[in-house]
């Protein structure tokens, strides 16, 4: 057993994600569920081998001081591959997820149009949020690649790794990874006023310096695509202010309702046929009434407006959901594993005239 035929059989099963775990068989993720491969259960050995036939010599140096690694590779002919290492109860373990060479279209990932308009705007923060694996780079990465084809910009991208690689096209893309380009999100923020960008892509939000910095670059004219690991566009915005101090929290409202452009929440659905996963989105775009209500801190109140925002282009989880069980794409059951509110949902497919 090789890592690249492990890695080969990924992508020939379309799968999303490669584990390897001792004492079992190495396991794909297809559409959302962990399979066994056909091998014997996996020894602390055997996973050292094909793990570390991945890794440099120093990144195996600094794995085995840190016991963490972040990394991307690529195999020729094949695909790329964004990889973490880490280390469970004393023996190496392995993520791998698929990163295609060709950066997907807005189109071809099924996002709509009024995602353009928000990378055709000069400055402003857009968020693209979700759980882990629900497409939040994928999205990132095609937003840009747009960009790439229609604006004469300098893009510049911070990531932790570098997974989608751009080739400069109308737009110069300069891509910085963690590690090896720069020690951390914080610094390279720190210095990117001097780098002349127009827009800056950050691979995640996760600190307070990270997202002031944020929110500055966004006031200062830029235009700032980031990712949060958040479940809603309510959620996302007091993720943000509930970073800071308390006696922070109000100028921040203030600041973040003068940048939010737009909140993406995305989730990957398994489609009705077992085949593939569709695409649930809420979209909220920071209308004067919603800049009001961050403001004066009325979270509460966002949701509604969110629910009456159709004309503006937006659109609830709920409405999403609804959308894709109408025309056959997913279950209403599995549905219910991704909604907020049940009732709601039931009401939203009543008003379709499906009834379960």
Known sequence: MKIDELLKLMVEKKASDLHLSVGIPPQL????????????????????????????????????????????????NLSRFRVNVYYQRGSVGMAARVIPFNVPSLKELGLPDILKTYADKPSGLVLIAGATGSGKSTTQAALIDYINHTRRTHIISIEDPIEYLHKHNLSTIDQRQLGTDTLSF???????????????????????????????????????????????????ISRIV????????????????????????????????????????????????????????????????????AKYGM??????????????????????????????????????????
Do not use: W
């Not at 559409?31 to 602390?44: K, S, Y």
């Not at 830029?222 to 990712?227: E, G, Q």
């Not at 085949?275 to 919603?290: F, H, T």
């Not at 959308?323 to 907020?340: C, D, F, Q, R, S």
């Open 186 to 236: 914080e610094e390279a923020l720190k210095h990117v006023f001097r780098q002349d960008p127009d827009i800056i892509v950050i691979g995640e939000m996760r600190d307070l310096e990270t997202i002031q910095a944020a929110l500055t670059l966004a006031e200062t004219g830029h235009l700032i695509f980031a990712t949060l690991h958040t479940s809603s566009a309510t959620n996302s």
């Open 315 to 356: 659109c609830t989880m709920n409405n999403s959901l609804c959308n894709l069980i109408v025309k056959g794409n997913i279950t209403y059951k599995e549905a219910l594993k991704h909604t907020h509110d049940e009732h709601e949902l039931m009401m939203l497919l009543k008003r379709d005239g499906i009834v379960f």
């Open 29 to 76: 993720r297809i559409n959302g569920q962990l399979i066994n491969l056909e091998f014997e259960p996996l020894t602390p050995e055997i996973i050292q081998k094909l793990v570390y036939s991945l890794l440099t010599d120093g990144q195996i140096k600094r794995f085995e001081l840190e016991k963490e690694l972040d990394f991307s590779c690529g195999i020729e």
């Open 242 to 309: 509930d970073v800071f101090p308390s006696h922070q929290q109000q100028q921040i409202r203030v600041q973040l309702s003068l940048v939010l452009t737009a909140v993406v929440i995305q989730q990957l659905i398994p489609n009705a046929n077992d085949q593939g996963r569709s695409l649930a989105l809420e979209i909220m775009n920071a209308v004067s009434g919603i800049q009001n209500l961050i403001r004066e801190n009325h979270m509460h109140q966002i949701y509604s407006l969110i629910q009456t925002g």
